[in-house]
């Protein structure tokens, strides 16, 4: 074929559509939500109390939020550690989506604490016995990695399209030499800054459940276990495929862009066994702990815990065990939605729906205010996504210049 070479390149779309637009509206009403929280405080905007300190913002925007980036540090590790260099077309998206991910989960647990303008304190208030300050300060740790990680793209961007006009022009060969310097630079260090983004993932991913841990019997049997730091970790690397081809498949499809159906198979080949040993904690926690017995009352923990497994878990891993659903863009599109949905129930049943205070005067409920909030970071964060691709090189296109002829000096320039 005579375009077979894939090469990061921005894409060439408009930028508004009907779509985008929705995205705009949910994201300036979430906005507003946000502005009202900064100056008339949390408790003019959400539901939360004494009694439930925490709610959608901490299960969804923070735990789910964190678990969903984990595409992040799973391609990397497959791409970049393990050296499967087929598939580098995917690492960029996945990349953009964990930083992009973790910048917003940054975001919300500033809104969440209540003086929101003391977030800076984890960075000289150590306390080396806490689950929750190893967790903020991995997440800030790991958030910085992800931007140096990232840096090579601004550079492959912008060398040789360095266009400062009037008095600024005289910037031009500075500013050209500096991200010349940068991308040496980084080239010779990046593969210390990949391992150090694997590790600090499985670090706080697992410390989020360590939280929860903490809560002893506040949290229904269902979901509370001692293993619960190894079936958080084990969570979050199910997701981190699932999440690059519900990524992948959404932005060819908004983009109007064939999907690389080859990769995204061969990545989804890997999902069940993840699954599987999930799935093999998961029911052998239970059964060690007795806690199946709670199955066999009809509640909401009992009918959350079994949507979450069945839906979220079991038929997901039947699906991609089928070579049907493998080779189907649509089909694929859907097991991975499964896990996704699966994940992001796990967090919000741990963090919300097990969660039950031993002097609770009521029940919580999501406000308007927090539900706002979280769709509107949500939308955000789908429209920063889309203004990235559209500039930047993510998204592996066709290369126009490359021929047959050119193969040959394309592998000796790589060598």
């Known amino acids: 074929m005579m375009n077979s070479y894939m090469k990061p390149t921005p894409v060439s779309k408009k930028f508004f559509t009907p ?49 969903l980036a984990a595409g992040g540090f799973t391609t990397a ?62 997440v800030m740790i790991y958030m ?29 060969r500075p500013v050209e030499k500096m991200l010349l310097l940068l991308d040496r630079g980084l080239s010779k260090v990046m593969f210390v800054f990949i391992i150090l983004g694997v590790v600090l993932s499985t670090l706080h991913q697992s410390s989020l459940g360590t939280l929860m841990i903490i809560a002893g019997p506040k949290m229904h049997p269902l ?70 017995v709670y199955l066999t009352e009809f509640n909401t923990a009992s009918v959350m815990f079994v949507i979450e497994v069945l839906f979220g878990v079991i038929i997901p891993l039947r699906m991609f065990l089928s070579k049907e659903v493998l080779k189907s ?3 694929l599109f859907i097991a991975s939605s499964l896990v996704i949905f699966g994940v992001l129930l796990n967090r919000i049943n741990n963090f919300v729906t097990a969660y039950t205070p031993p002097y609770s005067f009521g029940s919580y409920f999501p406000s308007i205010g927090e539900i706002s909030v979280t769709i ?15 500039n930047f090189p993510i998204i592996s296109l066709p290369d126009k210049h490359y021929t047959p002829h050119t193969k040959f000096a394309i592998k000796g320039s790589e060598q």
């Open 223 to 292: 979901w509370q276990t001692p293993v619960l730091p190894l079936l958080f970790l084990l969570s979050a690397i199910s997701v981190g495929f699932p999440m690059v081809i519900f990524e992948s498949i959404l932005a060819s499809r908004s983009f109007g862009l064939k999907p690389e159906m080859k990769i995204l198979s061969s990545l989804g080949t890997m999902v069940a066994p993840i699954l599987g040993v999930y799935l093999a904690f998961k029911i052998g926690d239970m059964f060690i702990r007795e806690t199946f």
């Open 329 to 331: 863009p649509l089909w």
């Open 77 to 138: 590790a497959l791409g970049h550690v393990i050296h499967r260099t087929h598939y580098q077309d995917i690492v960029r998206p996945a990349l953009l989506t964990a930083l992009l991910g973790y910048t917003f989960v940054a975001l919300s647990v500033s809104m969440d604490i209540g003086r929101w303008y003391y977030i800076w304190h984890p960075l000289i208030m150590w306390n080396g016995t806490s689950a929750l300050f190893e967790v903020g300060i991995c």
């Open 144 to 172: 910085t990695v992800l931007y140096i990680e990232f840096l090579p793209i601004i550079t492959e961007r912008f060398i040789n399209h360095v266009h400062l006009r009037g008095i600024l022009s005289t910037l031009n």
């Open 376 to 390: 509107g970071f949500a939308s955000l964060l789908i429209l920063l996504y889309r203004i990235i691709v559209l």
């Open 19 to 67: 779509g985008v637009i929705v995205l705009v509206v949910l994201a300036i009403n979430g906005l507003t939500f946000l502005f009202a929280r900064l100056v008339f405080g949390i408790g003019s905007v959400t539901n939360l109390n004494n009694q439930y300190p925490w709610g959608i913002w901490i299960g969804i925007d923070v735990a789910a939020g964190v678990a």
